[in-house]
């Protein structure tokens, strides 16, 4: 017999080794992964290194696993090894509880476990999920201590934790050291740069990086679209399509989140056919993202359709086609398709109730409201947030119950910010209650200085009352404060080009010809009986230079321009990011019926069609 020989012992252990490591690698649940657990303390192999770490990594990295389990498996073993430890910080690091991973470092520090290289990116992994800035700079000083700073996977993972915590002083002066710049490097520095709002150093880097992927890629598209450029992301999106780089389903949900912003319907349909094209599978991100951008674009239908096609309808499904009910102004609709997801056995969540009491709110629905908001409480256990109370103020306020907005303000539990005293003002501006109006402005330029929009309604609120002495004081105020007023500007979507206005263009290679046809439109406008409504401008001028400047608004520019490019009896649809003043809106109707056009503008706050010299919102907006 060898001398090298196993033993028949030996050989019964080697048998039951492979057998337990191959049940291991084909364990699909706990069920049969507590089964292979319990042979394994019969055989005795439950104290062997390596099952037990197989059995560990199962339970807590598996998509199958259970975290608990997993640790209590963990703390059975008197001497775990440096594998069992990085297994069960990767576990949490991976999960809802990232603290964990940094209490059970802490554990390692007191029992003088040693560290390696593979320790700190589940560390830092962590420190990201909780924006924990001061652990991620006591890890920082670990990894130099240990001698491993030039450890490109913990450098990148550290970079990437000071870029998406803000820190991105300390990610510049990081990325500058390295030696060795891999695209993960890259990456973490433009999405840095995207989540502080730096888009011209983000698009620098973006310029300056040797090879992109399409994760660098989809981070400036998101960033573009988070900064509210969604016209340079859509320029962007081009730009990868003609370097050949494929989308992934973030990339077309942050395009189509840009289609959405800008009413480009031509754009978003091109997209939804390149999924279905190429068979990607809308997940719900990606079926949101859909329906968000048809209900926007102003094309419910397609939007339901979307909705309908979709395998699995989660509550934000429902929620977007929801919302989208509300910004089109059908309050009625909105609250069947509310019943229906209820009927269907979805579970409204405080996102639904956003968007169905803004529903309620632009319908004028405020009974339906009322017991809505009730309803929150008593019957689905939800507590109001400030968001749900803003759309109550917005409601009341709107009906012109301004009393009860303003009771509603005083009883709720929470302090009041600026965006419920926005609506109370903007109440108090539609309804012409000055007196309030001035207190509740005066208090919201405090709340919020930095906001352009409330000195520009604490300024309406003098001007209308005539006490222009204070007007110009506002206006002066927020001069001093080096707050600009945002400029109307409006949008215009035809054939796949984005046309884009603002109040008194003169920048537009059109624009002669877009002057001399609005000249011609005013004297058929004035046939009609047309008269300008200047009450909305706040400027101490006089009749006829009023009459000048609200003729120059953007969304008149775009629908004149929308009458010279599109063919008789087309569809005008027109994007504005501030919301529509009373003079154009009665300009619109009468276009509508002048020129038999169907006109669909999308204003700061909703929809509204102009039909036959009506409008869907029926002059309640």
């Given at each position: 017999?060898s001398?090298?020989a196993?033993?028949?012992?030996n050989?019964?252990?080697e048998c039951n080794m492979a057998?337990?490591?191959s049940m291991l690698?084909t364990c699909?649940s706990m069920e049969e992964?507590?089964?292979?657990?319990?042979?394994?303390?019969?055989?005795?192999l439950?104290?062997s290194?390596?099952?037990a770490?197989?059995l560990?990594?199962f339970?807590?990295?598996s998509g199958?696993?259970?975290?608990c389990y997993?640790?209590k498996?963990f703390?059975?073993f008197s001497?775990p090894d440096?594998f069992m430890?990085?297994?069960m910080?990767?576990g949490y690091s991976?999960?809802?509880e990232?603290?964990?991973a940094?209490?059970?470092?802490?554990?390692m520090?007191?029992?003088s476990?040693?560290?390696?290289?593979?320790?700190f990116?589940?560390?830092?992994?962590?420190?990201?999920s909780?924006s924990a800035?001061?652990?991620t700079q006591?890890?920082?000083a670990?990894i130099l201590k240990?001698?491993?700073?030039?450890e490109v996977?913990?450098?990148?993972?550290?970079?990437?934790?000071y870029a998406?915590?803000g820190?991105i002083?300390m990610?510049?002066?990081?990325?500058d050291r390295?030696h060795q710049?891999d695209?993960?490097s890259?990456?973490s520095?433009?999405?840095?740069y995207?989540?502080?709002d730096?888009?011209?150093?983000a698009n620098?880097?973006?310029?300056r990086?040797?090879?992109?992927?399409?994760i660098?890629?989809?981070?400036?598209?998101s960033?573009?679209v988070?900064a509210?450029l969604?016209?340079?992301?859509l320029?962007l999106f081009h730009?990868m399509?003609?370097a050949g780089?494929?989308?992934?389903?973030?990339t077309?949900?942050s395009t189509?989140?840009?289609?959405?912003?800008?009413?480009?319907v031509?754009q978003?349909?091109?997209?939804?056919?390149?999924i279905d094209?190429?068979?990607?599978?809308?997940?719900?991100?990606?079926?949101c993202?859909?329906i968000?951008?048809?209900?926007?674009?102003?094309?419910?239908e397609e939007?339901?359709?979307?909705f309908?096609?979709?395998?699995?309808?989660?509550?934000a499904?429902?929620?977007?086609?929801i919302?989208?009910?509300?910004i089109?102004g059908?309050g009625?609709e909105?609250?069947d398709w509310?019943?229906?997801?209820?009927?269907e056995?979805?579970?409204?969540?405080p996102?639904t109730f956003v968007?169905i009491?803004?529903?309620c709110?632009?319908?004028g629905?405020?009974?339906e409201?009322?017991l809505?908001f009730e309803?929150?409480?008593?019957?689905?256990?939800?507590?109001?947030?400030?968001e749900?109370?803003g759309?109550?103020?917005d409601?009341l306020?709107?009906a012109g119950?301004l009393?009860e907005?303003?009771?509603?303000?005083e009883?709720m539990?929470l302090?009041?910010?600026?965006?419920i005293?926005?609506a109370?003002?903007?109440a108090?501006r539609?309804h012409?209650?000055f007196?309030?109006?001035?207190q509740?402005g005066?208090?919201l330029v405090e709340?919020d200085?930095?906001?352009?929009?409330r000195?520009?309604?604490?300024a309406?609120?003098h001007?209308?009352a005539?006490?222009?002495?204070?007007?110009?004081?506002?206006?002066?105020?927020?001069?001093?404060?080096?707050v600009?007023?945002?400029?109307?500007?409006?949008v215009?979507?035809l054939?796949g080009?984005v046309h884009?206005f603002?109040?008194?263009d003169?920048?537009?290679?059109?624009?002669?010809?877009?002057?001399h046809?609005w000249a011609?439109?005013?004297?058929?406008?004035k046939q009609?009986g047309?008269k300008p409504?200047?009450?909305?401008?706040?400027?101490?001028?006089?009749d006829?230079?009023?009459?000048t400047?609200i003729?120059?608004?953007?969304?008149?520019?775009?629908i004149?321009?929308?009458l010279?490019?599109?063919?008789?009896?087309k569809?005008i649809r027109?994007?504005?990011?501030?919301?529509?003043?009373?003079?154009?809106?009665?300009?619109a109707?009468?276009?509508s019926?002048?020129y038999?056009?169907?006109?669909?503008?999308?204003?700061?706050v909703r929809?509204h069609?102009?039909r036959?010299?009506k409008c869907?919102?029926?002059?309640?907006?």
């Amino acid at each position: 017999m060898s001398l090298f020989a196993l033993s028949p012992t030996n050989q019964f252990m080697e048998c039951n080794m492979a057998q337990t490591l191959s049940m291991l690698q084909t364990c699909s649940s706990m069920e049969e992964l507590k089964q292979v657990h319990a042979q394994m303390f019969k055989t005795g192999l439950v104290s062997s290194p390596i099952p037990a770490s197989r059995l560990l990594t199962f339970c807590s990295l598996s998509g199958s696993g259970n975290l608990c389990y997993a640790r209590k498996l963990f703390d059975s073993f008197s001497s775990p090894d440096i594998f069992m430890w990085n297994t069960m910080i990767r576990g949490y690091s991976n999960s809802n509880e990232p603290e964990e991973a940094l209490h059970l470092y802490h554990q390692m520090l007191c029992h003088s476990v040693p560290h390696n290289k593979y320790t700190f990116p589940s560390l830092l992994k962590a420190c990201s999920s909780l924006s924990a800035l001061e652990e991620t700079q006591q890890i920082h000083a670990h990894i130099l201590k240990l001698g491993l700073g030039s450890e490109v996977y913990a450098l990148n993972s550290l970079l990437h934790v000071y870029a998406v915590t803000g820190s991105i002083t300390m990610a510049n002066l990081l990325f500058d050291r390295l030696h060795q710049r891999d695209i993960v490097s890259w990456n973490s520095m433009i999405n840095g740069y995207t989540k502080c709002d730096e888009m011209e150093k983000a698009n620098e880097c973006f310029k300056r990086m040797p090879v992109k992927n399409v994760i660098s890629w989809t981070a400036m598209i998101s960033g573009y679209v988070g900064a509210g450029l969604s016209k340079e992301a859509l320029n962007l999106f081009h730009e990868m399509q003609n370097a050949g780089v494929k989308p992934d389903i973030v990339t077309l949900a942050s395009t189509l989140s840009a289609c959405a912003h800008l009413g480009a319907v031509d754009q978003g349909s091109w997209i939804h056919a390149y999924i279905d094209k190429n068979r990607i599978h809308i997940d719900p991100v990606l079926g949101c993202a859909l329906i968000d951008m048809y209900a926007k674009c102003g094309s419910m239908e397609e939007a339901l359709e979307v909705f309908r096609s979709l395998k699995n309808k989660s509550a934000a499904s429902w929620t977007a086609v929801i919302d989208g009910f509300a910004i089109h102004g059908q309050g009625r609709e909105a609250l069947d398709w509310l019943m229906q997801m209820q009927r269907e056995g979805v579970k409204p969540n405080p996102i639904t109730f956003v968007a169905i009491l803004t529903a309620c709110s632009h319908a004028g629905l405020v009974d339906e409201g009322k017991l809505l908001f009730e309803s929150m409480n008593t019957v689905y256990k939800l507590v109001p947030s400030i968001e749900h109370y803003g759309c109550m103020v917005d409601l009341l306020g709107r009906a012109g119950l301004l009393k009860e907005a303003k009771e509603l303000i005083e009883k709720m539990p929470l302090a009041p910010n600026a965006v419920i005293l926005g609506a109370l003002l903007n109440a108090c501006r539609i309804h012409r209650h000055f007196q309030l109006g001035k207190q509740v402005g005066k208090l919201l330029v405090e709340v919020d200085p930095a906001h352009r929009g409330r000195y520009i309604h604490l300024a309406s609120m003098h001007a209308a009352a005539g006490e222009w002495n204070q007007a110009v004081k506002v206006r002066r105020q927020m001069k001093d404060w080096g707050v600009s007023k945002l400029p109307g500007c409006s949008v215009i979507s035809l054939n796949g080009i984005v046309h884009q206005f603002i109040a008194g263009d003169d920048s537009h290679p059109n624009k002669e010809e877009i002057y001399h046809t609005w000249a011609q439109m005013l004297g058929r406008l004035k046939q009609e009986g047309y008269k300008p409504e200047t009450g909305d401008l706040l400027l101490d001028l006089e009749d006829e230079e009023k009459e000048t400047a609200i003729q120059q608004h953007s969304e008149k520019l775009a629908i004149a321009f929308g009458l010279i490019r599109t063919n008789p009896g087309k569809t005008i649809r027109i994007f504005k990011n501030l919301r529509i003043c009373e003079d154009c809106h009665s300009v619109a109707k009468l276009i509508s019926k002048i020129y038999a056009r169907d006109i669909v503008l999308r204003d700061r706050v909703r929809f509204h069609l102009f039909r036959d010299g009506k409008c869907s919102c029926g002059d309640y907006w």
